[in-house]
């Protein structure tokens, strides 16, 4: 298998004020490109900023596509993920640190419809039993992903965003 070359076409095609994703971080902007000098060689860097963290975050554009970083999903993936969120839970039998573990790279994958599974696998409604507090930071750090893309995908606050995952989940979870 030969590792394919990234073309700086394929680099640029995150432009200045776009919204993109960036698989540990969720949902960051693009406020520009610049060009900074490492150890004596000429970078170019996106400059990505995490408003909710305070975090500015550089990668060099080179490396965007092959480190994961992707523009917004489209409608048709919210929908998919949407569905999902719809399913019936699954949780497998397994140690609670496996599963952990699993969770945390699912919501770290930057993929939707992964973290939109560990949603609605983690959600717990007014019937049910309540969540030890790793499973609730867990169930928290996905909605919030998942919300901050719906969020921006759709145009709309991401408390709005969350309500709608949540209405989702309850009616689903009834």
Do not use: C
């Not at 406020?31 to 150890?39: G, L």
């Not at 959600?123 to 901050?148: C, F, I, K, T, V």
């Amino acid at each position: 298998m030969t590792a394919k070359k990234t073309t700086k076409k394929e680099a640029l095609a995150f432009k200045t004020n776009e919204f993109v994703v960036y698989p540990s971080h969720g949902v960051g902007k693009v406020s520009r490109v610049e060009t900074q000098e490492v150890a004596g060689t000429k970078l170019e860097l996106f400059v990505i900023n995490f408003e909710k963290e305070k975090m500015t975050l550089r990668v060099p554009t080179g490396k965007a596509i092959s480190i994961g970083m992707r523009p917004l999903s489209s409608t048709d993936v919210v929908e998919s993920a949407m569905t999902t969120l719809r399913g019936k839970a699954r949780v497998k039998r397994t140690m609670w640190s496996r599963r952990a573990a699993e969770y945390e790279a699912k919501i770290n994958s930057g993929d939707l419809i992964s973290i939109a599974e560990v949603v609605r696998d983690l959600y717990r409604g007014d019937g049910q039993p309540e969540q030890s507090y790793s499973e609730r930071q867990l169930y928290e750090a996905a909605l919030d992903r998942m919300a901050r893309e719906v969020a921006a995908v759709g145009n709309i606050e991401e408390e709005q965003a969350v309500a709608q995952l949540e209405t989702v989940l309850t009616r689903e979870a009834a």
